[in-house]
């Protein structure tokens, strides 16, 4: 471990830089969702109802939606397209073999759009929706582009929404109560943490896409270049933690609790995929 208290030059520029790729990535997917075919007239649609605190958007609608999303998502990114390039901007991944990296986020990508719901709930209690994308690391150019477009000079007809997802996550909507409240606890936890931070969030989806699920090969569970990957975000997630906290306990208390959420994210990807009650294809 780095001895001091105190963050380093380079481990605040690495933070930096992780926090420009997120953007970038985030700004990218907003992209390409606009291209998936009726999108944006829903969005647009959506988002005027909900300025006039209406929401007119069902569950079947909006599972059907993701269904479509990943679908479009999935070709893109099996053809090597934008989605693969975009992840290929993290440049923490740039020795790992692109085999292991392409199973791994097939996987870990779905884990990582969790924590950005569980960021986005948390921060509910800002004013407007802006302000709650701000607070949680979402908001990004396209995103913004997008409501301009729809509120010419006026970003704030939108208030918060406080919620995961529209619609999708009104009970009850897993097969069984008990996956329903895994869901939920672990979902309220990772947003409490992170809360609107969003460094300590940067860091966290970082080492989410890094971390495969149990069910994957044995190579991507164990490629050396990924456990480094995994190993060098975590001592800067403690590391970040310890000069926020001034308390080195407090910071070891707070990783390892966010280790163990991501085992629990894994079980709650698998719930919001397979584990509903009226089930649709995979999504994300």
Same mark, same amino acid.
Request: contains cysteine; proline residues 3%; negative net charge.
């Given at each position: 471990?780095?001895?001091?208290?105190?963050?380093?030059?380079?481990?605040?520029?690495?933070?930096?830089?992780?926090?420009? *790729?997120?953007?970038?990535?985030?700004?990218? @997917?907003?992209?390409?969702?606009? $291209? +998936?075919?009726?999108?944006?007239? #829903? !969005? /647009?649609?959506?988002?005027?109802?909900?300025?006039?605190?209406?929401?007119?958007?069902?569950?079947?609608?909006?599972?059907?939606?993701?269904?479509?999303?990943?679908?479009?998502?999935?070709?893109?990114?099996?053809?090597?397209?934008?989605?693969? *390039?975009?992840?290929?901007?993290?440049?923490? @991944?740039?020795?790992?073999?692109? $085999? +292991?990296?392409?199973?791994?986020? #097939? !996987? /870990?990508?779905?884990?990582?759009?969790?924590?950005?719901?569980?960021?986005?709930?948390?921060?509910?209690?800002?004013?407007?929706?802006?302000?709650?994308?701000?607070?949680?690391?979402?908001?990004?150019?396209?995103?913004?582009?997008?409501?301009?477009?729809?509120?010419?000079?006026?970003?704030?007809?939108?208030?918060?929404?406080?919620?995961?997802?529209?619609?999708?996550?009104?009970?009850?909507?897993?097969?069984?109560?008990?996956?329903?409240?895994?869901?939920?606890?672990?979902?309220?936890?990772?947003?409490?943490?992170?809360?609107?931070?969003?460094?300590?969030?940067?860091?966290?989806?970082?080492?989410?896409?890094?971390?495969?699920?149990?069910?994957?090969?044995?190579?991507?569970?164990?490629?050396?270049?990924?456990?480094?990957?995994?190993?060098?975000?975590?001592?800067?997630?403690?590391?970040?933690?310890?000069?926020?906290?001034?308390?080195?306990?407090?910071?070891?208390?707070?990783?390892?609790?966010?280790?163990?959420?991501?085992?629990?994210?894994?079980?709650?990807?698998?719930?919001?995929?397979?584990?509903?009650?009226?089930?649709?294809?995979?999504?994300?």
């Amino acid at each position: 471990l780095i001895d001091g208290l105190e963050l380093t030059f380079e481990e605040e520029f690495k933070i930096h830089e992780l926090e420009v *790729m997120k953007e970038k990535l985030l700004d990218g @997917f907003f992209k390409i969702t606009l $291209e +998936v075919p009726h999108y944006f007239e #829903h !969005f /647009s649609s959506f988002l005027k109802s909900w300025s006039l605190g209406l929401c007119n958007v069902s569950p079947e609608r909006m599972l059907t939606f993701l269904n479509n999303k990943r679908n479009f998502f999935r070709k893109d990114f099996a053809n090597g397209g934008r989605v693969s *390039m975009l992840l290929n901007c993290f440049y923490v @991944f740039k020795n790992v073999p692109d $085999e +292991v990296k392409i199973e791994t986020f #097939h !996987f /870990s990508v779905s884990v990582m759009a969790l924590c950005l719901r569980a960021f986005f709930k948390v921060n509910s209690d800002k004013e407007y929706l802006i302000e709650q994308q701000k607070a949680a690391g979402l908001l990004n150019p396209a995103f913004l582009q997008a409501v301009d477009q729809i509120f010419p000079n006026n970003r704030n007809a939108i208030r918060s929404i406080d919620d995961y997802g529209l619609a999708i996550f009104k009970s009850p909507w897993a097969k069984h109560q008990s996956d329903e409240e895994l869901f939920c606890q672990t979902m309220q936890t990772v947003g409490e943490i992170v809360k609107d931070d969003v460094n300590l969030g940067t860091l966290y989806i970082t080492l989410v896409l890094a971390t495969p699920g149990e069910g994957l090969s044995h190579e991507a569970k164990t490629n050396p270049s990924l456990v480094q990957v995994q190993q060098e975000i975590t001592l800067l997630i403690y590391r970040y933690l310890k000069t926020k906290h001034n308390d080195a306990d407090m910071a070891s208390h707070t990783l390892n609790l966010l280790l163990k959420l991501i085992g629990d994210l894994h079980m709650c990807r698998d719930i919001h995929l397979f584990g509903r009650a009226h089930q649709t294809s995979e999504g994300s």
